[in-house]
């Protein structure tokens, strides 16, 4: 059972509220009170008072900045602490993002692509030799997070089958359940995704331009080629279209 002992209000809150959000038992009390027979973990605040010949267990001080790293810290010593930590990308419209410790999902998100990058690295602070795993499906999402990636380890996953079926009250799911299967799934290491955009591929980012300036305009498609690269956002485009000096032309970017 972990404990949590702590005259930090911050660390305490933030613990607790990690904790019961992944259901996990564990009991409170004052850092000075004797340790319960059953306790296997003790969590404590960074300065709070902790003397080794009272504490026979293993003590992770959290960050009150960062309550969830120090619950993660602490399961995995629970569970071991020698579990590899594997990153699942599902690079749809909109991406999933998985973080697995061993077989166990420890985190989970959905994010716009442009925020993909910013979250995985977060997630491997601290973490010993990561992989991170992205689907080879959506090529265009998914040549902007591996360069986004760049200093990452990665491996292109064929992502076939990694979509479950979804059953009522499951909407919405199906990107973050596709980067967990993607997770558990080997794939081939590469360095960067070099990707060309298909005609049909800028048809459709013109009709999403059209559709974001709501019939107002169409980009053309030089601006739709630097949108499918990565070099411009569609609010970008959009708004380069609408200048003075906005770009005409239709098969350079």
């Known amino acids: 059972m972990i404990v949590v002992a702590t005259t930090d209000f911050e660390v305490y809150h933030g613990v607790v509220n990690e904790l019961r959000e992944r259901s996990v038992e564990f009991t409170t009390q004052e850092p000075d009170e004797e340790l319960p027979e059953a306790t296997t973990l003790l969590v404590t605040g960074p300065d709070d008072d902790v003397y080794p010949e009272q504490v026979s267990v293993d003590v992770v001080r959290a960050d009150p900045e960062d309550p969830r790293r120090a619950v993660e810290e602490a399961l995995a010593l629970i569970r071991g602490g020698d579990e590899r930590m594997v990153v699942g990308i599902d690079p749809g419209d909109r991406p999933g993002v998985a973080v697995l410790v061993g077989d166990t999902v420890v985190a989970a998100f959905q994010v716009p692509v442009s925020e993909v990058g910013t979250v995985v690295e977060r997630e491997l602070e601290d973490a010993v030799d990561p992989t991170v795993r992205i689907g080879d499906g959506a090529r265009l999402n998914g040549s902007r997070i591996v360069d986004d990636l760049a200093d990452v380890p990665l491996e292109l996953v064929d992502e076939t089958g990694t979509t479950p079926y979804l059953g009522t009250g499951a909407r919405g799911m199906g990107d973050v359940l596709a980067a967990v299967n993607i997770a558990r799934r080997s794939g081939e290491r590469i360095e960067g995704r070099d990707i060309t955009p298909t005609k049909g591929e800028i048809q459709v980012i013109k009709r999403r331009s059209r559709e974001r300036s709501e019939g107002d305009r169409t980009i053309t498609e030089g601006l739709a ?27 350079e970017g």
């Open 225 to 251: 080629r630097r949108v499918a690269r990565g070099d411009l956002t569609m609010e970008e485009a959009l708004d380069e279209h609408r200048g003075d000096g906005r770009d005409t032309t239709t098969d």
